[in-house]
């Protein structure tokens, strides 16, 4: 089994502060990663790729990805409490195994 | 807007009875893929298909099976539904061109009874 493992929090963050977001993965054959973010009673919906190790921007978001260490981060600068939801890690080739996600809070 | 369009939002059906879940996209995608979402145990693949006619099986294909003749469409089959069936059904679509990256439909809640 591909394991994609996420702290489940909550991960409760003050707005405007930094929600750092980890991931780990076992297969070391992992090509494509991903986060995702859903909202309570909607589908997934993608943020963030990473395919290559360092860092990645785009807006307020952040991918890390270091497979040395098998592991993948999202930071989130200037969190909005419309940022509460829960992120999903995505791990895989073409074909994804997802982590079960780490519930964000950010209180005004 | 592209999208990934999931037949009904909200399902009930009868324990025994063969339920069909359809899902179609728009995106001239070549890979799809049916998930169940359940609390406590995430996204778990079911089946998946890479072109059509093709199909191959996910973590958990116990119980199901797919059909995918037009590269658009891609059919979840319970053969025959049980209570242990009930969740949300997701299906998603990617593409090379993407970089694989997912699009999902706005998910189907089966409940079973």
């Known amino acids: 089994q591909k394991e994609v493992e996420q702290n489940s929090g909550p991960l409760s963050v003050p707005e405007g502060a930094i929600a750092s977001l980890n991931c780990t993965y076992s297969?070391?054959?992992?090509?494509?990663f991903f986060w995702y973010r859903q909202y309570s009673g909607k589908s997934p919906e993608l943020i963030m790729s990473?395919?290559?190790?360092g860092d990645k921007e785009d807006g307020r978001f952040t991918a890390q990805l270091n497979k040395a260490s098998q592991y993948v981060s999202l930071l989130i600068r200037d969190s909005q409490p419309s940022d509460s939801a829960t992120y999903l890690c995505a791990v895989g080739g073409y074909a994804l195994n997802f982590g079960k996600g780490t519930s964000l809070l950010v209180t005004p | 807007d592209v999208k990934v369009t999931q037949s009904s939002r909200y399902l009930v059906k009868r324990t025994g009875e063969k339920v069909f879940l359809e899902c179609v996209q728009d995106m001239d995608h070549e890979n799809m893929f049916w998930y169940r979402q359940d609390p406590g145990l995430g996204l778990r693949l079911i089946y998946f298909s890479y072109d059509v006619k093709m199909k191959e099986k996910g973590d958990i294909p116990e119980g199901y099976s797919v059909s995918r003749e037009k590269k658009e469409r891609f059919s979840l089959i319970l053969e025959s539904a049980s209570t242990n069936q009930t969740s949300m059904y997701l299906c998603?679509?990617?593409?090379?061109?993407?970089?694989?990256?997912?699009?999902f439909g706005s998910g189907t809640r089966l409940t079973v009874v």
């Open positions: 998603a679509s990617s593409s090379h061109r993407a970089n694989y990256g997912y699009t």
């Open positions: 297969d070391r054959g992992s090509q494509s």
């Open positions: 990473i395919y290559s190790n």
